[in-house]
Structure formats: structure tokens, C-alpha cells
Nanobody, 115 residues
Framework: VQLVESGGGLVEAGGSLNLSCVVS????????LDWYRQAPGKERELVAA??????AYVDSVKGRFTISRDNAKNTLYLQMNNLKPEDSGMYYC???????????WGQGTQVTVSS
């Protein structure tokens, strides 16, 4: 299983970015796919999760971020709107077989939001 993220960058506050994660293997359709982020000096946090049944978001991004899947492209997305400086960090795509904890991680893509 491989996960490859892209789409990060530098954006001004209020701007938007759309992160992508290409996932190899059947886990794309059978597992839970998540987006995590980690800011310098902080612990990695779960931002958004997508399973077959539902999606979920951390409170700080609700209404601004949307997680989605394109099954034809084996790609997971994170559309991020109205970005804030506190959204800055390294964003990681992760895949879990049991929906409890990730089994596979991508290499990360950097998001920087300037004020």
C-alpha cells in the first residue's frame, strides 16, 4: 500500500487549497481514509476521516473543510476553504484497515497559511 499526497502550498488567510492523496491497493475501498496534520511543536491530530458509512471532522475545521473520495482515481481529497494561520502544518494522508488506528501513512504535504 502506498499513499502519495500533493496539493500543499503557501496561501493567504481566507484562501483555499485542495489536497490530494493517491492510494494504491484495495484498502481505498475497504478501509477508513483520514487526513491528519501536525504543526511544529504540536502533536499530530486527526482532521477528517472518511469511511464507507460516514465522514467526520475535528470541530475546528467543520464547515470549512470537506473530505471526499474519487473511486475511479483511487484518490482521497481534502478541500480546505477559508483557511486560517492555525491551519498551517504538515498534512498527512493515512489508511486504516480496522478504522481504529492508521496502518499506512503518506509522506506529507506542507500547508502554510499567512496572516
Amino acid at each position: 500500500v502506498q499513499l502519495v499526497e500533493s496539493g500543499g502550498g503557501l496561501v493567504e488567510a481566507g484562501g483555499s487549497l485542495n489536497l490530494s492523496c493517491v492510494v494504491s491497493g484495495s484498502i481505498f475501498t475497504t478501509g477508513t481514509l483520514d487526513w491528519y496534520r501536525q504543526a511544529p511543536g504540536k502533536e499530530r491530530e486527526l482532521v477528517a476521516a472518511s469511511s464507507v458509512a460516514r465522514t467526520a471532522y475535528v470541530d475546528s475545521v467543520k464547515g470549512r473543510f470537506t473530505i471526499s473520495r474519487d473511486n475511479a482515481k483511487n484518490t482521497l481529497y481534502l478541500q480546505m476553504n477559508n483557511l486560517k494561520p492555525e491551519d498551517s502544518g504538515m498534512y498527512y494522508c493515512a489508511a486504516s484497515r480496522n478504522g481504529i488506528s492508521p496502518d499506512y501513512w503518506g509522506q506529507g504535504t506542507q500547508v502554510t497559511v499567512s496572516s
